[in-house]
């Protein structure tokens, strides 16, 4: 299994944890992510809030880096995933914008690279069977609220992940690895990450509603594929505390640290230390890990 | 959530605009309000997102870019998933911020645009996102320094936030697609 990968900007700021583990549970599973030499911005939220066509253009630069190495692109990051699979959509759709980026970029992009979210990778291309051979660390029943939130369901006919309103393919990861899926409603939910900096408090409510929807499912932590949802129900925490005086303690994990974890990689080479809600009730589940 | 419609000189201009920017067909909207119900901000908004609509099929002019849904939207895309028309309500939200933006219209609170702009700076500048000097911009712009300040040493200690610049990306390309936008649209400034 042989893809192109995409980090994305994140991976090397504020979502590293993401990144290493990813790269980490890839290398355990003996999957291949060959980075795309000179990727650049797939102009997350900011472009397309902008301009159509300059989100289109940006995500693309890429997808044509991916398409010259002939090889499915791999993103681990929802947000561009999401910018790219947009991409692609509106490219295939719209003679128009598939004119505007071949302009913009000096050279014709067809729409035609497969964009793959790393889970789809362990979860459909490895599938659970093979995973579940690799499992040395259980998860011994830890309560687990699998959350997507926006970007891997929305808008569907352009991501096409899973069921939009109901998707399961993070539960199925949790189940073969022994965790325990809590059942809930806020799954979908949005996190108001987009306005994390500009209208910090609407961010703030968003994330407390979805970490006290897990919490009364009985969550001991929220299982996230997005560095947006995991910075604003992590780091933003504190600030719950302080604007509605409750301290809800909830680690927020990435997927490919809860499978590291079963895989028995080293908790330090998941990037556990980066978290900002400590993970100790997750990294006890996995014992034998640490 | 009440409704004022003002008679505009050009009735239906704006939705004409908004139609073709955001590529959507408005009229097929029937008020069924899913978007309402679904949208995450509606509780503290004026006008939620159908009302938006009927404003706009009602002739709304200029006035409508004052309605603060448009700098409170999250682009969650839960309306756009649940419409069963199909209307991509969140590209009417983009639409009408860049419209505002054109316009110069003052907006509630909080600076979107500018974080926007600071952000695509940073990205055609280094071909990445160098998110330390767009945080550090928009607070030194806005003035909203203290606020996250207890936050920055533990996400700098941990390595959650990148103190050096990235490196690595194909510049020049990136250069290319600013550059051509700006010619396009103007938005470059």
New interface residues.
């Given amino acids: 299994m042989k893809y192109a990968y995409y980090p994305g900007?994140?991976a090397?700021?504020?979502a590293?944890?993401m990144h290493e583990s990813c790269l980490a549970v890839a290398k355990a599973l003996g999957v291949e992510l060959n980075e795309i030499k000179?990727?650049?911005?797939c102009?997350?939220?900011?472009?397309?809030?902008?301009?159509?066509?300059?989100a289109a253009?940006?995500a693309s630069?890429n997808l044509l880096l991916a398409k010259k190495m002939g090889m499915d692109m791999v993103v681990t990051c929802a947000a561009c995933y999401n910018r790219s699979k947009v991409a692609n959509y509106e490219i295939l759709n719209?003679e128009e914008m598939r004119q505007?980026v071949a302009?913009?970029?000096?050279q014709a992009y067809d729409g035609s690279v497969q964009v793959r979210h790393f889970v789809e990778i362990l979860s459909k291309d490895l599938g659970v069977a093979a995973l579940r051979k690799k499992i040395v660390n259980p998860l011994k029943g830890l309560k687990v609220a699998s959350y997507y939130g926006?970007y891997l369901?929305?808008?569907?006919e352009a991501t096409g992940f899973d069921d939009?309103?109901n998707p399961t393919i993070l539960e199925g990861l949790i189940d073969v690895m022994g965790g325990t899926n809590v059942e809930w409603s806020g799954k979908?939910?949005?996190c108001?990450?987009?306005?994390n900096?500009?209208?910090?408090e609407?961010t703030v409510r968003?994330s407390a509603a979805v970490i006290e929807m897990a919490q009364a499912a009985g969550a001991e932590c929220i299982v996230v594929a997005c560095p947006m949802c995991q910075i604003s129900l992590d780091?933003r925490q504190?600030d719950m505390e302080k604007l509605l005086g409750k301290k809800y303690d909830m680690p927020i994990i990435y997927v490919t640290q809860l499978v590291g974890l079963a895989l028995g990689i080293a908790p330090k080479e998941l990037g556990f230390?980066?978290l900002?809600v400590s993970p100790t009730a997750v990294l006890k589940a996995a014992k034998g890990a640490a | 959530m009440t409704t004022r419609i003002t008679k505009q000189k050009a009735p239906g201009e704006l939705l004409k605009v908004v139609q073709e920017k955001a590529?959507v067909h408005l009229y097929a909207c029937y008020q069924c309000k899913k978007c309402s119900i679904g949208c995450?901000?509606a509780d503290?908004t004026e006008s939620p997102p159908s009302e938006i609509i009927r404003r706009l099929q009602l002739g709304a002019g200029d006035e409508l870019l004052q309605a603060d849904l448009i700098?409170?939207c999250?682009?969650?895309?839960?309306c756009?998933?649940r419409c069963p028309n199909e209307i991509?309500f969140?590209?009417v939200i983009?639409a009408l911020?860049?419209l505002a933006v054109e316009k110069g219209v003052a907006r509630p609170?909080?600076?979107?645009p500018l974080?926007?702009?600071l952000?695509?700076d940073t990205?055609k500048s280094y071909?990445?996102?160098y998110?330390?000097q767009a945080?550090a911009m928009?607070k030194l712009r806005t003035g909203n320094i203290k606020?996250?300040m207890?936050?920055f040493p533990?996400?700098l200690k941990?390595?959650?936030?990148?103190i050096l610049p990235?490196s690595?990306?194909?510049?020049s390309?990136?250069k290319?697609?600013?550059k051509?936008?700006a010619q396009?649209?103007g938005?470059e400034k």
């Fill in positions: 900007c994140s090397h700021s504020t590293r944890d000179g990727w650049t911005c102009g997350a939220s900011a472009a397309h809030q902008t301009n159509r066509e300059l253009s940006l630069a719209s505007s302009d913009s970029l000096d926006c369901v929305r808008p569907p939009p309103e979908v939910d949005c108001g990450g987009m306005q900096l500009t209208r910090t609407i968003r780091v504190a230390d980066k900002m | 590529d995450p901000v503290q700098w409170t999250l682009s969650c895309e839960t756009y998933a991509n969140a590209a983009d911020k860049a609170e909080g600076d979107a974080f926007n702009r952000f695509l990205v071909g990445r996102v998110d330390l945080i928009y606020q996250d207890d936050k533990a996400m941990k390595g959650k936030m990148a990235p690595g990306a194909d510049k390309t990136v290319r697609i600013f051509k936008a396009d649209k938005t």
